[in-house]
């Protein structure tokens, strides 16, 4: 039985290697849309219902549907507002359902990484052909509608299996060479991007995406009001910020269209954006450019530093 997920070792948050984002930015700040599609009456899953209640889920289709056609619009305008490029966790199922809202955010230089197909169909129970399949598709999905070559991947519903980030990191080289498959942010481990082992020996990494800063798990599971959520994401920044200043840190909003986007929620949203970007030395940027960034600058020092450290350890 293992252990540990077997992706990554050990690296005590203290004395790292310092790592550094362009012009001196303390916090690189990356906002990630999730833009999903959920399927009224989806293929059955014996691991997981897609919906809680009984067919048909009409209330839980319905707010999902109110994302894309309302949440998003609004939320993309206030993304606009100052001046951030959001990042998608794409169900790539919407290129087909709802293509203006892909070319609404590719006229806007906007990131597409893959969220799988649609976001009621699970990684559970999938065999490694499948799931390879589902990976495949997603990716080859977002490039004929983008031209973009996929960098990330967040599993579908975060239904994370233990091949999900071999096969992603393999079918994006297989498909697009270095160019594909080169992060994941279905870790949840750190608040600084960390190699991660693949079998394939690719160099692979991972970015911070926040559980506790995402609006479902904020409004949904923990049960926060509005203004608390306003000021969790300014905490949160505030702290990420102070260590920054010593090496560089990751703050990652993830949101839903039919979260965040509501008209009672969105102001508490719009007072932490106004407040983030309000400082100078932030990097707003996307998930690729993060990835790319720590890849191209900084994996090597942090591989050796915590290689180091592993053999220190007694």
């Known amino acids: 039985m293992k252990n540990d997920p077997g992706y990554y070792d050990y690296w005590p948050y203290h004395d790292r290697p310092k790592i550094t984002w362009p012009n001196g930015a303390k916090v690189a700040f990356w906002v990630a849309p999730n833009i999903e599609f959920y399927e009224l009456d989806p293929p059955a899953n014996p691991y997981r219902k897609a919906w809680p209640g009984p067919y048909p889920s009409i209330g839980g289709y319905g707010i999902r549907d109110y994302g894309n056609r309302v949440g998003h619009m609004r939320q993309m305008k206030l993304l606009d507002k100052y001046g951030i490029r959001g990042s998608i966790s794409l169900s790539t199922a919407l290129c087909e359902h709802h293509p203006e809202i892909i070319e609404l955010c590719a006229e806007r230089e906007w990131e597409f990484f893959s969220h799988g197909i649609y976001n009621t169909r699970y990684t559970y129970g999938m ?48 498909l697009f060479g270095d160019d594909a498959g080169f992060y994941t942010c279905d870790l949840f481990h750190d608040d600084q991007p960390t190699p991660i082992k693949t079998r394939s020996g690719k160099r692979f990494a991972s970015i911070p995406y926040s559980l506790e800063m995402n609006d479902t798990i904020a409004y949904v599971v923990n049960k926060v009001e509005p203004r608390q959520y306003g000021k969790m994401l300014k905490a949160n920044f505030d702290r990420l910020y102070q260590e920054g200043a010593e090496s560089g840190t990751i703050m990652c909003i993830p949101t839903h269209n039919y979260q965040v986007s509501c008209p009672h929620r969105l102001k508490a949203f719009e007072e932490a954006l106004e407040y983030i970007t309000g400082h100078s030395d932030v990097w707003v940027t996307t998930g690729r450019e993060i990835a790319s960034h720590f890849l191209n600058n900084h994996y090597d020092t942090v591989s050796n530093d915590i290689a180091a450290k592993r053999g220190g350890l007694r």
Request: proline share 2%; net charge negative.
């Open 127 to 174: 065999s490694e052909a499948q799931e390879r399949e589902m990976i495949t598709d997603s990716i080859e999905t977002i490039y004929r509608h983008t031209q973009q070559k996929c960098a990330g991947y967040l599993a579908p519903a975060l239904s994370h299996s233990e091949q999900t980030i071999d096969l992603f990191a393999e079918a994006g080289s297989a």
